[in-house]
Protein backbone atom coordinates (compact mmCIF):
# COMPACT_ATOMS: atom_id res chain seq x y z
CA UNK A 1 0.00 0.00 0.00
CA UNK A 2 1.04 3.57 -0.22
CA UNK A 3 2.74 4.91 2.32
CA UNK A 4 1.93 8.58 1.23
CA UNK A 5 -1.42 8.99 2.62
CA UNK A 6 -2.31 6.03 4.80
CA UNK A 7 -5.27 7.47 6.63
CA UNK A 8 -6.98 8.27 3.47
CA UNK A 9 -10.82 8.35 3.11
CA UNK A 10 -13.14 9.44 -0.04
CA UNK A 11 -15.72 11.20 2.06
CA UNK A 12 -12.88 13.24 3.62
CA UNK A 13 -11.62 14.21 0.40
CA UNK A 14 -14.61 15.08 -0.79
CA UNK A 15 -16.05 17.04 2.13
CA UNK A 16 -12.41 19.27 2.06
CA UNK A 17 -13.07 19.45 -1.71
CA UNK A 18 -16.54 21.17 -0.92
CA UNK A 19 -14.72 23.20 1.95
CA UNK A 20 -12.28 24.69 -0.28
CA UNK A 21 -15.33 25.37 -3.09
CA UNK A 22 -17.17 27.06 -0.64
CA UNK A 23 -14.56 29.13 0.94
CA UNK A 24 -13.62 29.99 -2.24
CA UNK A 25 -17.07 31.08 -3.88
CA UNK A 26 -17.65 33.03 -0.52
CA UNK A 27 -14.04 35.00 -0.49
CA UNK A 28 -14.67 35.87 -4.61
CA UNK A 29 -18.63 37.06 -3.83
CA UNK A 30 -17.12 38.92 -0.95
CA UNK A 31 -13.83 40.46 -1.57
CA UNK A 32 -12.83 39.66 -5.33
CA UNK A 33 -15.65 40.86 -7.29
CA UNK A 34 -16.64 44.53 -5.38
CA UNK A 35 -12.61 44.60 -5.83
CA UNK A 36 -13.00 44.05 -9.65
CA UNK A 37 -15.37 46.98 -9.91
CA UNK A 38 -13.34 49.53 -7.53
CA UNK A 39 -10.17 48.81 -10.08
CA UNK A 40 -12.16 49.43 -13.26
CA UNK A 41 -13.80 52.34 -11.36
CA UNK A 42 -10.37 53.85 -11.15
CA UNK A 43 -8.88 52.34 -14.71
CA UNK A 44 -8.98 54.80 -17.44
CA UNK A 45 -10.64 52.41 -20.23
CA UNK A 46 -10.05 52.49 -23.92
CA UNK A 47 -11.99 54.06 -26.65
CA UNK A 48 -12.17 51.07 -29.35
CA UNK A 49 -14.18 51.98 -32.62
CA UNK A 50 -16.07 55.40 -31.42
CA UNK A 51 -17.24 53.81 -28.45
CA UNK A 52 -15.64 53.93 -25.02
CA UNK A 53 -14.71 50.70 -22.88
CA UNK A 54 -17.06 50.17 -20.04
CA UNK A 55 -16.83 46.70 -18.36
CA UNK A 56 -20.51 45.65 -19.28
CA UNK A 57 -19.44 46.76 -23.11
CA UNK A 58 -16.15 44.72 -22.65
CA UNK A 59 -18.43 41.55 -21.51
CA UNK A 60 -20.43 41.72 -24.38
CA UNK A 61 -18.29 41.88 -27.04
CA UNK A 62 -15.94 39.26 -25.68
CA UNK A 63 -18.82 36.75 -26.34
CA UNK A 64 -18.71 38.14 -30.34
CA UNK A 65 -15.07 36.64 -31.81
CA UNK A 66 -15.50 39.50 -34.72
CA UNK A 67 -15.90 41.83 -31.93
CA UNK A 68 -13.11 40.75 -29.05
CA UNK A 69 -10.00 41.49 -31.20
CA UNK A 70 -10.07 45.11 -30.75
CA UNK A 71 -10.03 44.64 -27.12
CA UNK A 72 -7.63 42.85 -27.38
CA UNK A 73 -5.10 44.69 -29.07
CA UNK A 74 -5.89 47.42 -26.97
CA UNK A 75 -4.96 45.35 -24.38
CA UNK A 76 -1.79 44.53 -26.25
CA UNK A 77 -0.87 48.46 -26.63
CA UNK A 78 -0.76 48.95 -22.79
CA UNK A 79 2.08 48.45 -20.52
CA UNK A 80 0.44 46.35 -18.08
CA UNK A 81 0.62 43.63 -21.24
CA UNK A 82 4.06 44.26 -22.31
CA UNK A 83 5.47 43.99 -18.42
CA UNK A 84 3.30 40.99 -17.74
CA UNK A 85 3.40 39.19 -21.04
CA UNK A 86 5.55 39.83 -23.76
CA UNK A 87 8.65 41.51 -24.28
CA UNK A 88 8.63 41.36 -20.37
CA UNK A 89 8.11 38.82 -17.54
CA UNK A 90 6.12 35.74 -19.15
CA UNK A 91 8.39 35.71 -22.26
CA UNK A 92 11.68 35.86 -20.37
CA UNK A 93 10.00 33.27 -17.79
CA UNK A 94 9.42 30.94 -20.70
CA UNK A 95 12.99 31.49 -21.96
CA UNK A 96 14.05 30.62 -18.65
CA UNK A 97 12.30 27.27 -18.23
CA UNK A 98 13.55 26.33 -21.25
CA UNK A 99 16.97 26.87 -20.99
CA UNK A 100 16.99 24.97 -17.54
CA UNK A 101 15.23 22.01 -19.35
CA UNK A 102 17.81 22.41 -22.04
CA UNK A 103 20.46 22.37 -19.54
CA UNK A 104 20.10 19.57 -17.82
CA UNK A 105 19.50 17.47 -20.74
CA UNK A 106 22.77 18.59 -22.65
CA UNK A 107 24.52 18.53 -19.22
CA UNK A 108 23.66 15.06 -19.01
CA UNK A 109 24.28 13.95 -22.36
CA UNK A 110 27.77 15.74 -22.38
CA UNK A 111 28.42 13.33 -18.76
CA UNK A 112 26.91 9.99 -21.10
CA UNK A 113 23.75 10.35 -18.12
CA UNK A 114 19.99 10.17 -19.81
CA UNK A 115 19.15 13.25 -17.60
CA UNK A 116 15.34 13.68 -16.09
CA UNK A 117 13.68 11.07 -18.31
CA UNK A 118 10.35 9.88 -16.70
CA UNK A 119 8.22 12.81 -15.35
CA UNK A 120 5.85 13.62 -18.70
CA UNK A 121 7.12 10.09 -20.61
CA UNK A 122 8.79 12.20 -23.34
CA UNK A 123 12.25 12.50 -22.51
CA UNK A 124 11.18 14.29 -19.16
CA UNK A 125 9.48 17.00 -20.40
CA UNK A 126 7.70 18.00 -17.34
CA UNK A 127 10.49 17.62 -15.13
CA UNK A 128 10.56 21.70 -14.71
CA UNK A 129 6.62 21.32 -14.04
CA UNK A 130 7.32 18.45 -10.79
CA UNK A 131 10.29 20.31 -9.42
CA UNK A 132 8.49 23.61 -8.86
CA UNK A 133 5.65 21.40 -7.37
CA UNK A 134 8.18 20.14 -5.07
CA UNK A 135 9.69 23.36 -4.18
CA UNK A 136 6.95 24.86 -3.64
CA UNK A 137 5.37 21.91 -0.98
CA UNK A 138 8.65 22.02 1.07
CA UNK A 139 8.98 23.47 4.33
CA UNK A 140 11.18 26.80 3.87
CA UNK A 141 14.06 26.63 7.01
CA UNK A 142 15.30 29.24 7.98
CA UNK A 143 18.12 29.11 10.83
CA UNK A 144 17.11 30.21 13.89
CA UNK A 145 19.91 33.51 13.78
CA UNK A 146 19.36 34.72 10.99
CA UNK A 147 17.75 38.11 10.57
CA UNK A 148 14.44 37.40 9.07
CA UNK A 149 12.91 40.60 7.15
CA UNK A 150 16.01 40.68 5.03
CA UNK A 151 16.34 36.86 4.42
CA UNK A 152 13.05 36.40 3.40
CA UNK A 153 13.32 39.63 1.12
CA UNK A 154 16.25 38.79 -0.78
CA UNK A 155 15.05 35.86 -2.94
CA UNK A 156 12.05 38.45 -3.67
CA UNK A 157 14.22 41.57 -4.63
CA UNK A 158 16.96 38.96 -6.58
CA UNK A 159 13.91 38.05 -8.94
CA UNK A 160 12.84 41.52 -9.31
CA UNK A 161 16.11 43.06 -10.11
CA UNK A 162 16.49 40.37 -12.80
CA UNK A 163 12.77 41.38 -14.43
CA UNK A 164 14.01 45.10 -13.99
CA UNK A 165 16.91 43.61 -15.93
CA UNK A 166 14.34 41.68 -18.78
CA UNK A 167 12.41 45.15 -19.07
CA UNK A 168 15.59 46.93 -20.49
CA UNK A 169 15.82 44.54 -23.49
CA UNK A 170 14.33 45.47 -26.87
CA UNK A 171 12.92 42.14 -28.22
CA UNK A 172 12.00 43.46 -31.59
CA UNK A 173 11.45 47.48 -33.04
CA UNK A 174 9.35 49.25 -30.98
CA UNK A 175 8.75 45.97 -28.59
CA UNK A 176 10.22 47.15 -25.05
CA UNK A 177 9.18 47.56 -21.63
CA UNK A 178 11.44 50.40 -20.80
CA UNK A 179 12.91 52.24 -24.03
CA UNK A 180 15.16 54.59 -21.79
CA UNK A 181 17.94 57.15 -23.49
CA UNK A 182 20.67 55.96 -21.43
CA UNK A 183 19.55 52.13 -21.33
CA UNK A 184 23.33 50.87 -21.33
CA UNK A 185 23.85 52.61 -18.22
CA UNK A 186 20.19 51.50 -16.99
CA UNK A 187 21.87 47.85 -17.47
CA UNK A 188 25.05 48.72 -15.24
CA UNK A 189 23.25 50.13 -12.96
CA UNK A 190 21.04 46.90 -12.40
CA UNK A 191 23.92 44.83 -12.69
CA UNK A 192 25.48 46.67 -9.77
CA UNK A 193 22.55 45.58 -7.88
CA UNK A 194 23.57 42.01 -7.66
CA UNK A 195 26.28 42.23 -5.48
CA UNK A 196 24.61 44.24 -2.71
CA UNK A 197 21.42 41.57 -2.51
CA UNK A 198 24.11 38.57 -2.77
CA UNK A 199 25.96 40.12 0.36
CA UNK A 200 23.16 40.74 1.79
CA UNK A 201 21.57 37.62 1.39
CA UNK A 202 24.43 36.25 2.77
CA UNK A 203 25.35 38.04 5.84
CA UNK A 204 21.42 37.98 6.92
CA UNK A 205 21.94 33.88 6.79
CA UNK A 206 23.97 34.03 9.75
CA UNK A 207 26.03 31.10 8.55
CA UNK A 208 29.46 30.58 7.79
CA UNK A 209 29.24 28.77 4.08
CA UNK A 210 27.07 31.84 2.91
CA UNK A 211 29.15 33.96 4.05
CA UNK A 212 31.99 32.83 2.44
CA UNK A 213 30.12 32.54 -0.55
CA UNK A 214 28.62 35.92 -0.24
CA UNK A 215 31.92 37.55 -0.12
CA UNK A 216 33.22 35.46 -2.89
CA UNK A 217 30.35 36.61 -5.34
CA UNK A 218 31.37 40.08 -4.25
CA UNK A 219 34.63 39.85 -5.20
CA UNK A 220 34.04 38.11 -7.94
CA UNK A 221 30.87 40.43 -9.39
CA UNK A 222 33.23 43.81 -8.51
CA UNK A 223 36.16 42.75 -10.43
CA UNK A 224 34.01 41.78 -13.45
CA UNK A 225 31.58 45.05 -13.78
CA UNK A 226 35.38 46.89 -15.24
CA UNK A 227 36.09 44.75 -18.23
CA UNK A 228 31.97 44.60 -18.52
CA UNK A 229 32.13 48.37 -18.78
CA UNK A 230 34.99 48.82 -20.84
CA UNK A 231 34.23 46.01 -23.21
CA UNK A 232 30.84 47.96 -24.55
CA UNK A 233 32.58 51.36 -24.96
CA UNK A 234 33.30 50.61 -28.14
CA UNK A 235 30.09 49.78 -29.38
CA UNK A 236 28.93 52.95 -27.49
CA UNK A 237 31.49 54.89 -29.55
CA UNK A 238 30.94 53.23 -33.15
CA UNK A 239 27.22 54.09 -32.53
CA UNK A 240 27.00 57.41 -30.83
CA UNK A 241 23.98 56.45 -28.51
CA UNK A 242 23.11 54.69 -25.44
CA UNK A 243 19.74 53.14 -26.23
CA UNK A 244 19.42 49.42 -26.62
CA UNK A 245 16.78 49.95 -29.14
CA UNK A 246 18.99 52.66 -31.57
CA UNK A 247 21.83 50.31 -31.09
CA UNK A 248 20.37 47.12 -32.37
CA UNK A 249 18.46 49.30 -35.05
CA UNK A 250 22.25 50.42 -36.18
CA UNK A 251 22.83 46.89 -36.60
CA UNK A 252 20.63 46.29 -40.07
CA UNK A 253 23.13 45.80 -42.73
CA UNK A 254 26.07 44.29 -40.80
CA UNK A 255 26.38 43.08 -36.67
CA UNK A 256 29.27 44.94 -34.93
CA UNK A 257 30.94 41.44 -33.97
CA UNK A 258 32.67 41.72 -37.20
CA UNK A 259 34.34 44.98 -36.57
CA UNK A 260 34.76 44.60 -32.59
CA UNK A 261 35.38 40.43 -32.26
CA UNK A 262 37.89 41.38 -29.15
CA UNK A 263 35.06 43.47 -27.20
CA UNK A 264 32.61 40.96 -28.01
CA UNK A 265 35.29 37.89 -26.18
CA UNK A 266 35.67 40.09 -23.36
CA UNK A 267 31.86 40.70 -23.16
CA UNK A 268 30.95 36.81 -23.08
CA UNK A 269 33.53 36.12 -20.65
CA UNK A 270 32.84 38.89 -18.03
CA UNK A 271 29.15 37.78 -18.51
CA UNK A 272 29.93 34.06 -17.67
CA UNK A 273 31.31 36.02 -14.44
CA UNK A 274 28.59 37.91 -13.90
CA UNK A 275 25.98 34.89 -14.05
CA UNK A 276 28.37 32.75 -11.54
CA UNK A 277 28.39 29.90 -14.19
CA UNK A 278 31.20 27.47 -14.64
CA UNK A 279 34.58 27.95 -15.07
CA UNK A 280 33.26 30.96 -12.69
CA UNK A 281 31.16 29.70 -10.25
CA UNK A 282 33.00 30.20 -6.82
CA UNK A 283 29.92 31.99 -5.04
CA UNK A 284 28.45 28.34 -4.98
CA UNK A 285 30.98 25.91 -5.60
CA UNK A 286 29.19 22.58 -4.64
CA UNK A 287 32.58 20.75 -3.83
CA UNK A 288 34.38 23.71 -1.69
CA UNK A 289 31.54 25.59 0.40
CA UNK A 290 28.02 23.30 -0.10
CA UNK A 291 26.17 25.48 -2.30
CA UNK A 292 27.88 29.35 -1.42
CA UNK A 293 25.71 31.95 -0.65
CA UNK A 294 22.51 29.76 -1.44
CA UNK A 295 22.91 27.31 0.98
CA UNK A 296 20.68 28.36 4.07
CA UNK A 297 17.90 28.54 1.17
CA UNK A 298 15.38 26.32 1.13
CA UNK A 299 12.06 25.38 -0.64
CA UNK A 300 10.51 27.89 -2.56
CA UNK A 301 13.06 30.80 -1.77
CA UNK A 302 15.97 28.50 -3.70
CA UNK A 303 13.03 28.01 -6.55
CA UNK A 304 12.87 32.26 -6.77
CA UNK A 305 16.90 32.56 -6.59
CA UNK A 306 16.98 29.76 -9.34
CA UNK A 307 14.73 31.70 -11.41
CA UNK A 308 16.01 34.87 -11.01
CA UNK A 309 19.29 33.29 -12.18
CA UNK A 310 17.49 32.00 -14.97
CA UNK A 311 15.89 35.59 -15.64
CA UNK A 312 19.29 37.18 -15.47
CA UNK A 313 20.81 34.76 -18.00
CA UNK A 314 18.10 35.24 -20.51
CA UNK A 315 18.87 39.14 -20.03
CA UNK A 316 23.09 38.94 -20.45
CA UNK A 317 22.11 36.63 -23.50
CA UNK A 318 19.33 39.10 -24.77
CA UNK A 319 22.38 41.88 -24.09
CA UNK A 320 24.68 40.66 -26.44
CA UNK A 321 22.43 40.12 -28.84
CA UNK A 322 21.39 43.45 -29.29
CA UNK A 323 24.69 44.77 -28.39
CA UNK A 324 26.70 42.37 -31.22
CA UNK A 325 24.92 39.98 -33.15
CA UNK A 326 22.37 42.64 -34.52
CA UNK A 327 19.19 42.22 -31.81
CA UNK A 328 16.28 41.52 -34.60
CA UNK A 329 17.76 42.51 -37.48
CA UNK A 330 17.67 39.31 -40.26
CA UNK A 331 16.33 38.75 -43.48
CA UNK A 332 12.81 38.34 -43.72
CA UNK A 333 11.17 35.22 -43.12
CA UNK A 334 7.89 35.50 -41.78
CA UNK A 335 5.40 35.45 -44.65
CA UNK A 336 2.83 38.17 -45.18
CA UNK A 337 -0.83 38.24 -43.82
CA UNK A 338 -2.94 36.67 -46.49
CA UNK A 339 -4.43 39.60 -48.20
CA UNK A 340 -8.35 37.45 -48.64
CA UNK A 341 -8.37 36.94 -44.67
CA UNK A 342 -8.52 40.50 -44.54
CA UNK A 343 -10.79 41.23 -47.78
CA UNK A 344 -13.33 38.08 -47.55
CA UNK A 345 -12.48 36.73 -44.14
CA UNK A 346 -12.01 33.36 -43.69
CA UNK A 347 -14.64 30.80 -45.52
CA UNK A 348 -15.28 27.08 -44.57
CA UNK A 349 -17.45 25.60 -46.43
CA UNK A 350 -21.45 27.62 -46.26
CA UNK A 351 -20.16 29.59 -43.43
CA UNK A 352 -17.95 33.23 -43.95
CA UNK A 353 -16.76 34.87 -40.84
CA UNK A 354 -14.67 38.63 -41.31
CA UNK A 355 -12.89 39.64 -38.53
CA UNK A 356 -12.18 43.48 -38.31
CA UNK A 357 -8.96 44.13 -36.67
CA UNK A 358 -6.52 41.70 -38.24
CA UNK A 359 -3.61 41.24 -38.50
CA UNK A 360 -3.37 41.19 -34.50
CA UNK A 361 0.76 41.25 -35.65
CA UNK A 362 2.48 42.73 -37.82
CA UNK A 363 5.20 40.71 -40.46
CA UNK A 364 8.10 43.16 -38.74
CA UNK A 365 7.49 42.35 -35.44
CA UNK A 366 7.13 38.36 -35.82
CA UNK A 367 10.33 38.40 -38.20
CA UNK A 368 11.90 40.31 -35.67
CA UNK A 369 11.07 38.07 -32.47
CA UNK A 370 11.95 35.35 -34.81
CA UNK A 371 15.43 36.22 -35.41
CA UNK A 372 16.12 37.72 -31.50
CA UNK A 373 15.01 34.44 -30.23
CA UNK A 374 17.17 32.52 -32.58
CA UNK A 375 20.08 34.15 -31.67
CA UNK A 376 19.42 34.51 -27.80
CA UNK A 377 19.20 30.59 -27.90
CA UNK A 378 22.37 30.11 -30.46
CA UNK A 379 24.22 32.40 -27.35
CA UNK A 380 22.55 30.70 -25.03
CA UNK A 381 23.69 27.76 -25.75
CA UNK A 382 27.26 28.46 -25.70
CA UNK A 383 26.74 30.04 -22.20
CA UNK A 384 25.49 26.65 -21.35
CA UNK A 385 28.32 24.17 -22.70
CA UNK A 386 31.37 25.56 -20.75
CA UNK A 387 29.55 23.91 -17.55
CA UNK A 388 30.49 20.35 -18.99
CA UNK A 389 33.55 21.40 -20.45
CA UNK A 390 36.01 23.39 -18.03
CA UNK A 391 37.15 22.55 -14.53
CA UNK A 392 36.23 25.56 -11.81
CA UNK A 393 39.42 28.19 -11.65
CA UNK A 394 40.93 29.47 -8.36
CA UNK A 395 40.21 33.02 -7.00
CA UNK A 396 43.84 34.10 -7.35
CA UNK A 397 43.50 33.27 -11.12
CA UNK A 398 40.04 34.54 -11.43
CA UNK A 399 40.69 38.28 -10.20
CA UNK A 400 44.14 38.54 -12.23
CA UNK A 401 42.65 37.82 -15.33
CA UNK A 402 39.68 39.89 -14.70
CA UNK A 403 41.87 42.88 -13.39
CA UNK A 404 45.20 42.41 -16.05
CA UNK A 405 44.12 40.66 -19.29
CA UNK A 406 40.25 41.60 -19.71
CA UNK A 407 40.96 45.11 -18.84
CA UNK A 408 43.75 44.88 -21.32
CA UNK A 409 41.72 43.63 -24.18
CA UNK A 410 38.80 45.87 -23.07
CA UNK A 411 41.25 49.01 -23.67
CA UNK A 412 42.49 47.16 -27.37
CA UNK A 413 38.70 46.73 -28.24
CA UNK A 414 38.32 51.01 -27.57
CA UNK A 415 41.63 52.08 -29.55
CA UNK A 416 40.32 49.45 -32.51
CA UNK A 417 36.34 51.07 -32.56
CA UNK A 418 38.57 54.69 -32.51
CA UNK A 419 40.99 53.66 -35.54
CA UNK A 420 37.69 52.08 -37.22
CA UNK A 421 36.26 55.65 -36.68
CA UNK A 422 39.22 57.72 -37.42
CA UNK A 423 40.47 55.51 -40.66
CA UNK A 424 36.47 56.44 -42.17
CA UNK A 425 36.00 52.83 -42.85
CA UNK A 426 32.74 53.56 -40.31
CA UNK A 427 31.18 56.67 -39.09
CA UNK A 428 29.76 59.39 -41.12
CA UNK A 429 31.37 59.43 -44.92
CA UNK A 430 32.26 54.90 -43.93
CA UNK A 431 29.97 52.44 -44.11
CA UNK A 432 27.74 53.92 -42.17
CA UNK B 1 8.84 45.71 -13.99
CA UNK B 2 10.71 45.50 -10.37
CA UNK B 3 7.75 46.25 -8.60
CA UNK B 4 6.04 43.43 -10.78
CA UNK B 5 8.72 40.67 -9.61
CA UNK B 6 8.42 41.70 -6.43
CA UNK B 7 3.98 41.44 -6.56
CA UNK B 8 4.67 38.15 -8.58
CA UNK B 9 6.97 36.57 -6.72
CA UNK B 10 5.81 37.41 -2.96
CA UNK B 11 2.55 35.48 -3.54
CA UNK B 12 4.36 31.94 -4.35
CA UNK B 13 6.44 32.75 -1.04
CA UNK B 14 3.08 32.89 0.86
CA UNK B 15 1.09 30.18 -0.84
CA UNK B 16 4.54 27.74 -0.31
CA UNK B 17 3.90 28.75 3.45
CA UNK B 18 0.60 28.28 3.48
CA UNK B 19 0.83 24.66 1.75
CA UNK B 20 3.91 23.34 2.62
CA UNK B 21 4.29 21.31 6.56
CA UNK B 22 5.37 22.57 9.48
CA UNK B 23 5.67 20.54 12.04
CA UNK B 24 7.95 18.36 14.32
CA UNK B 25 10.05 21.43 15.00
CA UNK B 26 12.98 20.71 17.05
CA UNK B 27 16.15 22.88 17.60
CA UNK B 28 19.06 21.34 16.01
CA UNK B 29 16.43 21.46 12.91
CA UNK B 30 17.18 25.46 12.74
CA UNK B 31 20.67 25.51 13.40
CA UNK B 32 22.93 26.67 10.52
CA UNK B 33 23.83 24.16 8.19
CA UNK B 34 27.49 22.61 8.69
CA UNK B 35 27.69 20.00 7.02
CA UNK B 36 25.69 17.75 9.89
CA UNK B 37 28.53 18.72 12.82
CA UNK B 38 26.94 20.75 15.59
CA UNK B 39 27.98 24.33 14.44
CA UNK B 40 30.68 26.10 16.68
CA UNK B 41 31.39 29.46 17.00
CA UNK B 42 29.80 32.51 15.14
CA UNK B 43 28.28 32.59 12.05
CA UNK B 44 29.27 35.95 11.28
CA UNK B 45 33.23 35.87 11.79
CA UNK B 46 36.54 37.96 11.35
CA UNK B 47 36.77 36.78 7.85
CA UNK B 48 39.97 37.66 6.13
CA UNK B 49 39.58 39.31 3.02
CA UNK B 50 43.10 38.93 1.12
CA UNK B 51 41.77 40.52 -1.93
CA UNK B 52 40.78 43.74 -0.10
CA UNK B 53 43.01 45.68 -2.28
CA UNK B 54 40.81 44.62 -5.31
CA UNK B 55 37.61 46.27 -3.63
CA UNK B 56 39.30 49.82 -3.36
CA UNK B 57 40.33 49.78 -7.21
CA UNK B 58 36.77 48.56 -7.92
CA UNK B 59 35.65 52.18 -6.03
CA UNK B 60 38.14 53.96 -8.29
CA UNK B 61 38.28 52.76 -11.44
CA UNK B 62 34.21 51.81 -12.03
CA UNK B 63 33.38 55.94 -11.88
CA UNK B 64 36.21 55.94 -13.83
CA UNK B 65 34.84 54.05 -16.52
CA UNK B 66 31.79 55.39 -16.59
CA UNK B 67 32.91 58.89 -17.23
CA UNK B 68 34.28 57.18 -20.80
CA UNK B 69 30.64 57.06 -21.64
CA UNK B 70 30.20 60.45 -21.46
CA UNK B 71 32.45 60.99 -23.98
CA UNK B 72 31.93 58.03 -26.08
CA UNK B 73 27.95 58.55 -26.81
CA UNK B 74 29.49 62.26 -27.80
CA UNK B 75 32.44 61.24 -30.00
CA UNK B 76 30.47 61.36 -33.64
CA UNK B 77 29.89 65.18 -32.57
CA UNK B 78 32.78 66.19 -30.81
CA UNK B 79 35.96 67.69 -33.32
CA UNK B 80 38.71 65.07 -33.76
CA UNK B 81 40.95 67.46 -31.46
CA UNK B 82 38.51 66.54 -28.41
CA UNK B 83 40.28 63.11 -28.67
CA UNK B 84 43.98 63.71 -27.62
CA UNK B 85 43.11 64.80 -23.76
CA UNK B 86 40.55 62.05 -23.88
CA UNK B 87 44.03 59.72 -24.92
CA UNK B 88 45.51 61.45 -21.69
CA UNK B 89 42.99 60.78 -19.44
CA UNK B 90 43.00 56.98 -20.80
CA UNK B 91 46.83 56.66 -20.24
CA UNK B 92 46.59 58.07 -16.67
CA UNK B 93 43.84 55.74 -16.23
CA UNK B 94 45.73 52.68 -17.35
CA UNK B 95 49.44 54.11 -15.98
CA UNK B 96 47.47 54.17 -12.15
CA UNK B 97 45.73 51.29 -12.96
CA UNK B 98 49.17 49.14 -13.66
CA UNK B 99 50.81 50.71 -10.44
CA UNK B 100 47.72 49.98 -8.15
CA UNK B 101 47.91 45.99 -9.46
CA UNK B 102 51.38 45.65 -8.85
CA UNK B 103 51.06 46.80 -5.45
CA UNK B 104 48.10 44.56 -4.82
CA UNK B 105 50.44 42.04 -6.00
CA UNK B 106 52.83 42.49 -3.14
CA UNK B 107 51.07 40.39 -0.33
CA UNK B 108 53.12 41.51 2.21
CA UNK B 109 52.64 45.24 2.67
CA UNK B 110 48.72 44.58 3.22
Redo the contacts between chains.
Sequence with gaps: MSAIAPKFKLSEFIKSLLDNIFWIVLLVSLIGIPAIQVILFYIEMPVINGELLTPFLAMTWLADPSRSLPILKAFMATDMFR??AFP??GFAALIAAGTIFVERKMLAKLQLRVGPFYCGKIEGILQLMGDGLK???????????ADKPIF?AA???F??????F??LIPVAPGWV??DVDLG??GV?AVIGFFPIITILSA?S?????P??GG?RA??QM??F??PL??SL?GV??LT???NLSEIAASQSSFPWIIFLPVGAIVFFITMLAELERIPFDLPEAESEI?AGWL??FS???Y??VQ?GTYLKLYAFAGLFVVLFLGGWNGPMVVPPFPEEILTDGIVMGPITAKFPGLPLFDQQMLNGTLWFVLKTVGVIFFILLPRGVFPRIR??ML?SLG??KL?GLA?VN?FIA?GL??AGVL??GGLQ | MFAFGIAAMAPALIISRMVSPRKRSNPVKFLPMECGQVPSGEGRTHFMMQYYPYILMFVVFDVMAIFLYAWGSALLELPKSATLPMMGFLAIMFGAMAFALYQSGRRRIW
Design positions: VMGFLISKEIIIPAKWPVIVATAAAVAVALLFWANSKFFIILFVSEIILLVIGTLVTEGMMGLLIDLWTIFILLYGP
